[in-house]
């Protein structure tokens, strides 16, 4: 029957033993005074705060039956096992910890109150659901178990989490709160509500980390685990120094930010998501080595963002004009419908071969900084409008700048090449470029800002490049069918290339220096009025010279398929001439 308005229960039952009250129970304290056990099968009541203690030396167990709530204080190192549906709803273990509360079973829910709770180990024991209205101070097991624990808003969980014998169970964290130690082996964290901030101060492996809703979510030690946005706005933080080992995705839209607020490291991809944002300083570097696509990736300090794969985004920033850097490893693009990569005083640089698709800086208000690309065997690709203080040629790859170069480049002495775009300029200062080469994939014009290259490739099928200049480059070499305009002469080598090109010299003009034509006899040379060749010609199919009232004069040998007379000029053949005439 019933238990009421007694002063104290004691049971003095050992180990093995129990104490069973069938009927509620009221009564002003209970003391468990040795290793036994008692079990209430309906709601037990201490209306003292001495509530219900154990022996410290000989801690016994409380058993609630299924439907039997707990009103009462409980200290002291004993263990609470909660069968079923119960409330507890004052401070458990309050500076007298529990060693061991069991609850959470199949289908069931135990509910802790607004007090303090602390033990040991909290072990869930089924599907069930423990919610922790209180906080929770302690250890949580999930024992491999698929239920579930809930932390009320502005609640703590102090001590660590994890699941013996297996990955599983889910944590909701529904507010505000902060888990100060590790957690480890979950299955499910849901956290981030609107307007809240859940704070892990430890590192977390979980399967899935979900965002809930606008808040914010702290990662301070890391995250093992995949994170998922949910298409739901706010911010993930990682601290720095901490890493994620896992895929980040959004589902059901592009939404939040993950932010860096130091050196961190990503392993798995980034998809769908609004903005990666890095905030470290000087020496900070985030590197991602899956892919990323978000719809911004902005940098607020001077930082290293390192992309390991492609990423695709619409546009990167470089905050107030810091001096930050992205890297793009060998084999990663940038794609995406790029409204542009905005940085004065930034470096992007390219570490090997990448497709870059989209506009970089903005034309006389906000250029970008420093560009270096064409590392050693590989092609760098440029896409969209360059404007920069400098590209800078970083080996002996391909630098290919479809839409131009509005700012410098800088050859830094190395044996590369620039490929310009049809009808493309760069309207800089060309430096260091005497072991580089420029070629033009259609029309151009080569001026004296043009720079002077060790080669220049001219002449691609059906295009047409002029020079000004005479003394652009040690050789320009044909590379197609194309024509090439020496309006300004040439202080250089000419080769034909085994193309069937053509190459205008104008009247008046000289070219100084050899003719051939590698890999074959090809090309045509048209020498329009008064010029002197003064190296060898060998390899050509055709030259036409003599125009009208005009002198051509060969210093030295000629070896053609045939030279035309083209008119009521003079031809000089100072070296002789092996072919037709």
Do not use: C
Not at 56 to 65: D, K, M
Not at 528 to 538: E, I, N, P, Q, R
Request: charged share 10%.
């Amino acid at each position: 029957g019933s238990v009421s308005n007694f002063n104290e229960i004691q049971t003095h039952g050992a180990n093995g033993t129990t104490v069973t009250f069938s009927g509620p129970v009221e009564t002003s304290r209970i003391n468990i005074l040795n290793s036994g056990t008692v079990r209430f099968e309906q709601t037990v009541g201490v209306t003292s705060l001495f509530g219900i203690n154990f022996n410290s030396s000989q801690p016994g167990s409380v058993v609630l039956a299924d439907g039997a709530n707990l009103l009462a204080y409980v200290f002291g190192p004993g263990s609470l096992t909660l069968e079923g549906n119960s409330l507890v709803n004052r401070a458990t273990g309050s500076g007298d910890p529990l060693a061991q509360v069991n609850a959470g079973a199949n289908g069931k829910t135990v509910t802790f109150g607004y007090e303090a709770f602390e033990a040991t180990t909290l072990n869930l024991t089924g599907t069930g659901t423990i919610n922790l209205n209180g906080g929770f101070t302690g250890n949580l097991d999930m024992n491999n178990k698929g239920g579930t624990v809930n932390l009320r808003d502005t609640r703590d969980l102090t001590g660590n989490i994890s699941s013996t014998g297996g990955r599983n169970g889910t944590l909701n964290l529904l507010g505000t709160s902060t888990v100060s130690g590790t957690v480890a082996g979950l299955n499910t964290i849901n956290a981030g509500a609107d307007g809240k901030t859940a704070t892990f101060s430890g590192s977390v492996d979980t399967a899935t980390l979900n965002r809930t809703g606008n808040g914010t979510i702290n990662l301070n030690g890391g995250l093992i685990g995949n994170l998922d946005m949910n298409n739901k706005g706010g911010t993930v933080n990682l601290a720095a120094g901490q890493n994620l080992t896992g895929n980040v995705s959004s589902t059901g839209g592009t939404n939040s930010i993950l932010s860096f607020l130091g050196s961190s490291t990503v392993t798995g991809s980034v998809s769908d998501i609004f903005q990666v944002y890095a905030q470290g300083g000087a020496g900070s570097t985030v590197a991602f080595s899956g892919t990323v696509t978000a719809d911004q990736v902005r940098l607020a300090d001077s930082g290293t963002v390192r992309f390991g794969q492609t990423v695709t985004t619409n546009r990167i920033e470089f905050h107030n004009g810091r001096p930050g850097t992205v890297i793009l490893a060998d084999g990663a693009d940038l794609l995406g419908n790029s409204s542009g990569i905005l940085g004065r005083n930034s470096t992007l640089t390219l570490e090997g071969s990448s497709t870059v698709n989209g506009n970089i800086g903005d034309a006389g208000i906000d250029p970008f900084g420093q560009i270096n690309a064409g590392a050693n065997g590989k092609i760098a690709i440029f896409t969209g409008v360059v404007v920069a203080d400098s590209v800078n040629l970083n080996g002996s790859g391909t630098v290919a700048l479809n839409s131009g170069l509005t700012g410098n480049l800088n050859g830094q002495n190395n044996a590369g090449t620039i490929v310009l775009g049809d009808a493309q300029t760069i309207s800089g200062t060309v430096s260091n470029t005497s072991n580089a080469s420029l070629r033009y994939a259609g029309t151009g014009t080569v001026t004296s800002t043009s720079g002077t290259w060790s080669t220049i490739e001219a002449g691609a099928d059906s295009k047409t490049v002029n020079f000004s200049v005479a003394n652009a480059a040690s050789t320009v070499k044909q590379l197609g069918t194309g024509v090439i305009n020496l309006n300004g002469g040439l202080t250089g080598n000419l080769d034909m290339n085994n193309k069937a090109g053509t190459v205008n010299l104008a009247d008046a003009q000289n070219l100084t220096g050899n003719i051939s034509s590698t890999g074959g006899r090809n090309g045509t040379l048209n020498l329009l009025g008064t010029s002197t060749l003064s190296g060898t010609v060998a390899g050509l199919s055709t030259l036409n010279a003599g125009a009208n009232g005009k002198t051509t004069t060969f210093s030295s040998r000629v070896d053609a398929t045939t030279l035309n007379l083209s008119g009521t000029g003079t031809i000089n053949l100072n070296g002789g001439l092996t072919g037709n005439l």
